[in-house]
């Protein structure tokens, strides 16, 4: 079940739009003003007219994306909105910079704001799977039995969801600790700091993360990408609850440079998280298919 050279130009044709529309193009909506600045919704670096005109243009790529790569533009259309998305995670600066833009008095409200702030990325990435959805409903070639799937229970599927959506928070938890690496530090209260790592190593952290977590979820739950995709959001905001309590911030301050962190997932901009989680879980369900239908074939 090796990819056609066809497939692969689909797979990168889709990518490509969501690069150019969002990554490049609507880039100033929130490039931040001063250098190393980071894109987020507390660094007020995105206005509510950017964030909907970012909206507009994600189902537009989504749109476009599902005819680029047709006739597969229901499954490969998607990865643009989060591709997109990925171009500005990686040129923003990270979470230590923004931190060092906070006074220590105020470090708490900005974790308080950045616990679900995820949900906006999140949007942003349903804008542009809208957009798929109405190109695939347009579509005169559309043939409405080729995407059928076989039905479970109700029951089973929402107990599947709950499961897949709790054991993606904990995997893809455990899996950013793992790789989302750099000089640790041993302490005394917290067992260990963790130095910010690089941007190229959370985007591996990450990816491979929620790759994992869609993989298991699809392999043992047979669940849609959509949940490991979703408890992104969960990761972030269970990490902060956990990790970013008042207390352990003052004790990082008065004992750390801003430049460590109580946990690796602290240390990742809900953006960083969204795109690549997103673009990870993809990844990570085609995987158990294509693992399902080598064992099956082999």
């Not at 040129?91 to 906070?102: F, H, K, P």
């Not at 929402?158 to 904990?170: E, K, M, P, Q, T």
């Not at 301050?253 to 809900?270: D, G, K, M, Q, Y």
Request: glycine share 8%.
């Amino acid at each position: 079940m090796e990819l056609s050279w066809l497939m692969k130009t689909r797979i990168a044709a889709s990518v490509a739009t969501g690069v150019v529309l969002i990554g490049l193009l609507a880039w100033p909506l929130a490039a931040p003003p001063e250098p190393f600045g980071t894109v987020s919704l507390p660094a007020g670096t995105i206005s509510a007219t950017g964030a909907v005109i970012v909206a507009v243009l994600a189902f537009l790529a989504g749109f476009i994306a599902y005819f680029v790569s047709w006739p597969y533009g229901r499954e490969i259309g998607i990865l643009a909105a989060p591709a997109g998305l990925g171009i500005w995670a990686v040129r923003s600066g990270s979470m230590v910079n923004l931190i060092r833009r906070t006074a220590a008095a105020n470090q708490s409200a900005l974790f308080a704001a950045l616990k679900w702030e995820p949900l906006f990325w999140l949007a942003i990435v349903a804008a542009g799977f809208a957009g798929v959805l109405a190109a695939q409903r347009i579509s005169r070639k559309h043939n409405p039995d080729k995407n059928k799937k076989i039905s479970n229970p109700k029951s089973n599927m929402h107990l599947n969801v709950i499961i897949a959506l709790a054991a993606s928070v904990l995997i893809a938890q455990f899996g950013i600790t793992v790789f989302a690496q750099n000089v640790r530090v041993f302490d005394e209260k917290l067992g260990s700091v963790l130095a910010q790592p690089a941007v190229a190593q959370i985007v591996y952290a990450v990816f491979v993360s929620f790759g994992i977590a869609a993989f298991v979820a699809k392999k043992f739950l047979n669940v849609s990408y959509i949940w490991p995709t979703i408890a992104g959001a969960f990761v972030t905001a269970f990490a902060i609850i956990t990790y970013g309590k008042e207390d352990i911030i003052q004790y990082l301050n008065s004992r750390w440079p801003a430049v460590f962190f109580s946990h690796a997932v602290i240390s990742i901009l809900p953006i960083q998280m969204v795109a690549f989680g997103t673009l990870g879980s993809i990844a990570g369900y085609w995987m158990a298919i294509r693992y399902n239908y080598w064992r099956k074939h082999a």
